[in-house]
């Protein structure tokens, strides 16, 4: 049984920074693309960072609300992966996922993913 299990959520300041984690069990996906998407209260989940592997070597993916402040990141003997977020802000507020694909590619879309996360609180104060 696959399961995905974040953590490092909590409260910040805005300016201030977290680092989530996801620990992958049952299945290695050191060749799998692997996301965060975040769902803010009354919004759609959306795509927030990506790592795949196409053809010409692993790439990362951000969106642009995020770009220059978060990485994306994984360590495979550990079957972990981690979104550091830096200068966070108010509108990052949201429940952050963790998802993987059997897949090298995934995209953007939550139908590219095949394994999900509960999800894990980031509240961020102005």
């Known amino acids: 049984q696959v399961q995905l299990v974040e953590s490092g959520g909590g409260l910040v300041q805005a300016g201030g920074s977290l680092r989530l984690s996801c620990v992958a069990s049952g299945r290695t996906f050191s060749r799998s693309a692997i996301g965060w998407f975040r769902q803010a209260p009354g919004k759609e989940r959306e795509f927030v960072a990506a790592?795949?592997?196409?053809?010409?070597?692993?790439?990362?993916d951000y969106a642009d609300s995020v770009k220059a402040r978060f990485t994306i990141s994984r360590d495979n003997a550990k079957n972990t992966i981690y979104l550091q977020m830096n200068s966070l802000k108010s509108e990052d507020t949201a429940v952050y996922y963790c998802?993987?694909?059997?897949?090298?590619?995934?995209?953007?879309?939550?139908?590219?993913?095949?394994?999900w996360g509960q999800g894990t609180q980031v509240t961020v104060s102005s």
């Open positions: 998802a993987a694909a059997r897949a090298a590619l995934a995209g953007r879309l939550d139908q590219g993913y095949d394994y």
């Open positions: 790592f795949s592997w196409p053809w010409s070597g692993s790439r990362t």
